[in-house]
């Protein structure tokens, strides 16, 4: 199995880093990088596969070389560090210096794990509704993480895009490399974020969790809201872990009252239509060289955020409204289908536990 070669600080708690660390299934690759979560803090590793004349080794010798923070947004700026330490590994074995060398020039003070509470202990999740800052998190591949985002799953990022805001738990299944999937875990979470003042103080956070194996079967037991990936196949079993499972391009639900919400609706795809057309708009304007400051990350999380943003500020008008009625011309000022979005209004409606009546007519009776 997995082993824990070396560390700094010696004395910190490492259970289970060497499965999340090294993708089950790795084997298989030659190289990946891997986002986690461990306890409180969230980790980068890069792995790298070798081959080498040894029966002991089983004719390969595999490392991960990773490192723990408590906030993901700017560890992917030791990327090519960690890259270039796994294959100094690989080719000279126990020759840590360059990595002491880091730890002192990086270290600071980890939370600890097990004495304070997560609750009293604010950690630097990615949507917060009181920021309007967002982690900036390049990808390494030139086209950007959000773009790779909406290519591969077309006109589905709208139903992704309603389970994030409902806080569903979204696990995404892909065999590896499991690095460009840990990118969708954040994609996922970035079409979340509301950034009105006052809302949901009771809404459970949605939170990247990145790369999950089965050692973590038993923290995702408890947990009410969060997004992450696997290499697993045996999660799909366990549907109790999770509302919504993302297999590749197919997004499914085991739970009946959230079959609704797959399918794309009118509503969804005019905001893919226009998604698109800004995108498009962007791409002109960066190529006749009038915009070099804007990108695709940006527009792809303002895009959402402004969505958001319209359907809160609508609902929390109408609930402080005398008659609190919400009806079919509010859906379609939100940018919502008044019958399609029907049942995720409803679900919306109590997960943010907001008072509104909702009287949209049902067609088979017109």
């Given at each position: 199995?997995?082993?824990?070669?070396?560390?700094?600080?010696?004395?910190?708690?490492?259970?289970?880093?060497?499965?999340?660390?090294?993708?089950?299934?790795s084997?298989?690759?030659?190289?990946?990088?891997?986002?986690?979560r461990?306890?409180?803090?969230?980790?980068?590793?890069c792995?790298?596969?070798?081959?080498?004349?040894?029966?002991?080794e089983?004719?390969?010798?595999?490392?991960?070389?990773?490192?723990?923070?408590?906030?993901?947004?700017?560890?992917?700026?030791?990327?090519?560090?960690?890259?270039?330490?796994?294959?100094?590994?690989?080719?000279?074995?126990?020759?840590?210096?360059?990595?002491?060398?880091?730890?002192?020039?990086?270290?600071?003070?980890?939370?600890?794990?097990?004495?304070?509470?997560?609750?009293?202990?604010?950690?630097h999740?990615?949507?917060?509704?009181?920021?309007?800052?967002?982690?900036?998190?390049?990808?390494?591949?030139?086209?950007?993480?959000?773009?790779?985002?909406?290519?591969?799953?077309?006109?589905?990022?709208?139903?992704?895009?309603?389970?994030?805001?409902?806080?569903?738990?979204?696990?995404?299944?892909?065999?590896?490399?499991?690095?460009?999937?840990?990118?969708?875990?954040?994609?996922c979470?970035?079409?979340a974020?509301?950034?009105?003042?006052?809302?949901?103080?009771?809404?459970?956070?949605?939170?990247?969790?990145?790369?999950?194996?089965?050692?973590?079967?038993?923290?995702?037991?408890?947990?009410?809201?969060?997004?992450?990936?696997t290499?697993?196949?045996?999660?799909?079993?366990?549907?109790?872990?999770?509302?919504?499972?993302?297999?590749?391009?197919?997004?499914?639900?085991?739970?009946?009252?959230l079959?609704?919400?797959?399918?794309i609706?009118?509503?969804?795809?005019?905001?893919?239509?226009?998604?698109?057309?800004?995108?498009?708009?962007?791409?002109?304007?960066?190529?006749?060289?009038?915009?070099?400051?804007?990108?695709?990350?940006?527009?792809?999380?303002?895009?959402?955020?402004?969505?958001?943003?319209?359907?809160?500020?609508?609902?929390?008008?109408?609930?402080?409204?005398?008659?609190?009625t919400?009806?079919?011309?509010?859906?379609?000022?939100?940018?919502?289908?008044?019958?399609?979005?029907?049942?995720?209004?409803?679900?919306?409606?109590?997960?943010?536990?907001?008072?509104?009546?909702l009287?949209?007519?049902?067609?088979?009776c017109?």
């Open positions: 199995g997995n082993m824990v070669e070396w560390c700094l600080p010696q004395d910190i708690d490492l259970e289970g880093v060497e499965f999340k660390s090294m993708a089950s299934g084997h298989k690759i030659q190289s990946d990088f891997i986002y986690f461990k306890g409180l803090c969230f980790g980068l590793a792995f790298a596969n070798m081959p080498v004349e040894s029966e002991l089983r004719g390969a010798r595999m490392k991960s070389v990773g490192i723990l923070s408590p906030s993901y947004t700017l560890l992917y700026r030791y990327m090519h560090f960690l890259e270039n330490q796994v294959r100094h590994q690989l080719e000279m074995p126990g020759h840590y210096s360059h990595l002491e060398a880091f730890y002192d020039d990086k270290k600071g003070v980890l939370p600890d794990s097990k004495g304070t509470p997560s609750s009293q202990q604010p950690v999740w990615l949507p917060s509704i009181h920021r309007y800052m967002y982690p900036e998190m390049k990808i390494t591949h030139p086209a950007g993480c959000m773009s790779q985002f909406i290519k591969f799953f077309g006109e589905q990022i709208l139903v992704l895009w309603k389970f994030a805001l409902l806080r569903k738990r979204i696990l995404i299944f892909s065999p590896p490399p499991v690095g460009v999937v840990c990118y969708r875990v954040y994609c979470c970035c079409l974020n509301v950034s009105l003042p006052g809302l949901g103080g009771t809404v459970p956070e949605s939170k990247p969790f990145f790369y999950v194996n089965v050692a973590d079967i038993e923290m995702l037991e408890t947990e009410v809201s969060y997004v992450a990936c290499t697993e196949k045996i999660f799909e079993q366990k549907r109790d872990l999770y509302d919504v499972y993302v297999d590749n391009q197919n997004v499914k639900t085991h739970h009946e009252h079959q609704p919400l797959l399918k609706n009118n509503a969804d795809k005019e905001k893919y239509r226009r998604l698109n057309d800004q995108r498009q708009m962007l791409l002109y304007s960066q190529e006749v060289g009038e915009d070099c400051s804007s990108c695709e990350e940006d527009l792809f999380i303002l895009f959402f955020m402004e969505q958001n943003n319209r359907i809160f500020q609508t609902l929390m008008e109408v609930s402080a409204s005398q008659d609190k919400l009806t079919a011309d509010h859906a379609r000022g939100m940018g919502l289908d008044p019958q399609g979005d029907r049942s995720f209004l409803m679900d919306l409606l109590e997960v943010y536990g907001i008072d509104v009546m009287v949209i007519d049902n067609p088979c017109t």
